[in-house]
């Protein structure tokens, strides 16, 4: 009897603006491992963690500091990106990240520990300001988790 083939997975695409094109292509590139795909004068995509993240020269986009809401006890940037990594992976980009001299806005640490939820996670900012967050969660089961 056939086999239905299973779906492949959506990959999700994620435009966001940045200052400076270079800077952007070595932080994403370098630091945190993503692939670079196609650019253009004014934009540049990578790879990121299997999904398509294009970042566009929009220097002017950043003439206001984004709001921040309280997340067990920290103050979260409201406008933020990043991936859930599989628990070993987000400890070796933490530590990564450490030896690259990265300021984190909200070091890394265990969210809502010991209950649902319970999440690795850590914030910083590319070289743009725009703020990233890696989580992980040792139960995976738990990442849509109310």
Not at 71 to 78: A, I, N, R
Not at 90 to 110: M, N, Q, S
């Amino acid at each position: 009897m056939p086999t239905t083939p299973k779906p492949k997975p959506a990959i999700f695409h994620l435009a966001y603006p940045i200052k400076d094109k270079e800077a952007t292509r070595t932080f994403y590139r370098d630091i945190l491992g993503c692939h670079q795909g196609r650019e253009a004068p004014t934009w540049i995509d990578f790879d990121f963690f299997g999904h398509q993240l294009s970042f566009h020269l929009k220097p002017e986009s950043f003439a206001t500091p984004d709001p921040t809401n309280q997340v067990d006890g920290k103050d979260v940037p409201v406008r933020h990106f990043g991936a859930v990594l599989p628990w070993n992976e987000w400890h070796a980009l933490r530590d990564r990240l450490i030896e690259a001299g990265t300021e984190f806005v909200i070091k890394p640490y265990i969210r809502f520990k010991g209950e649902t939820g319970e999440q690795a996670t850590m914030f910083f900012l590319d070289p743009s300001g725009n703020a990233l967050e890696f989580k992980s969660f040792k139960d995976p089961s738990q990442i849509f988790a109310a």
